[in-house]
């Protein structure tokens, strides 16, 4: 079986002598191309309220059940159950804002 470096220097069917191939080099290549043919001109985004409002939310539910918690009689049941509504609150309102809303 000939060796890696043999076969590398023969010339291939034309006669040319082979060159090696190097994939980051014709990927830079790709990237280039795609680059002068695309459109570099995008319009101005409009200015996002989504995080203010992911804030405000969060702020005054949050806010909400930590009142309730300190006007309510302290126990480990109150406790739990403010512990819980924040953890749910949280998680629900983040997949709300951020998964299921597009941007506005």
């Known amino acids: ?14 006669g040319n002598p082979r060159k090696s191939v190097d994939v980051m080099d014709m990927l830079k290549e790709n990237h280039e191309a795609q680059q002068a043919v695309e459109k570099r001109d995008l319009p101005p985004m409009a200015k996002r309220r989504k995080r203010r409002d992911y804030l405000i939310v969060m702020t005054s539910g949050n806010g909400l059940l930590v009142g309730l918690y300190w006007l309510l009689p302290s126990n480990l049941v109150t406790a739990v159950f403010t512990l819980s509504g924040i953890v749910l609150l949280s998680i629900g309102v983040t997949w709300a804002f951020f998964m299921v809303m597009s941007d506005y």
């Open 1 to 14: 079986m000939a060796n890696s470096s043999q076969e590398s220097d023969r010339p291939d069917a034309e």
